[in-house]
């Protein structure tokens, strides 16, 4: 099975500093179909503008990875975590029992970046950080596993890799394991999933069949795989 949530579908909000996208309900972006998927609750698609960025804000009882597409993003928290996270870096912030933390762009040039949030399996766990580089982040035609298992560790059944592709170049994947989905994410340029053409910011969303990507033109993608 595999379902289509087509890039221009997806919620969206224009702060001026901020220009992002929804892929599920966020903010005033409001679709009872579009609440998540498994224990997958956020995938905003944030572009924010130099020198702009989120200030203090609290968190809880939220795994939150975020992925720099370009750019750099400035991070401090009330743990005492400091740090500026560049394409090919990954940050993990547990929320846990409650974290206050801001983000803003480093640079003079536009940031792009992913912040994808997660339920964690247990409520209440203490913060924590960590901030990773992955030297395979540029490597193309393989799955680089950014969470889970070869990757960063969180609280939940939850994997997600990177796929940098080619023109031509295909990866074959095998069909999620029993009672686990996998999304694919289409971050830039143009895919054949199967039969299907998907382009910069659309989605599928699969179970029970396995899958074929092939690049219709150089692209990037991302993909989840999660316990439902």
Not at 171 to 184: F, I, N, Q
């Amino acid at each position: 099975m595999i379902r289509i949530h087509p890039s221009h579908a997806r919620g969206s909000a224009d702060h001026g500093w901020l220009q992002t996208r929804f892929s599920f309900s966020f903010d005033t972006y409001v679709d009872r179909e579009r609440m998540g998927y498994g224990p997958l609750r956020v995938i905003n698609d944030d572009i924010i503008a130099p020198y702009g960025g989120f200030g203090m804000h609290p968190h809880r009882d939220m795994e939150i990875i975020t992925v720099v597409i370009d750019g750099a993003l400035e991070h401090a928290d009330d743990q005492g975590h400091r740090g500026v996270i560049g394409r090919g870096e990954v940050q993990f912030m547990r929320a846990g029992s409650g974290i206050v933390h801001s983000e803003r762009n480093a640079l003079t040039t536009p940031l792009h970046l992913f912040q994808i949030w997660i339920y964690p399996k247990t409520k209440g766990l203490a913060p924590a950080y960590e901030q990773r580089r992955f030297d395979a982040f540029e490597q193309r035609g393989t799955c680089v596993r950014l969470v889970g298992e070869g990757g960063i560790s969180i609280d939940q059944d939850a994997t997600i890799d990177s796929l940098l592709l080619d023109a031509t170049q295909r990866v074959v994947l095998e069909a999620p394991a029993k009672l686990w989905g996998r999304l694919v994410l289409v971050v830039k340029g143009e895919v054949r999933l199967n039969e299907i053409t998907l382009r910069s910011g659309d989605e599928a969303q699969i179970e029970d069949e396995a899958s074929t990507l092939e690049a219709l033109q150089e692209a990037h993608v991302l993909i989840f795989e999660l316990r439902l």
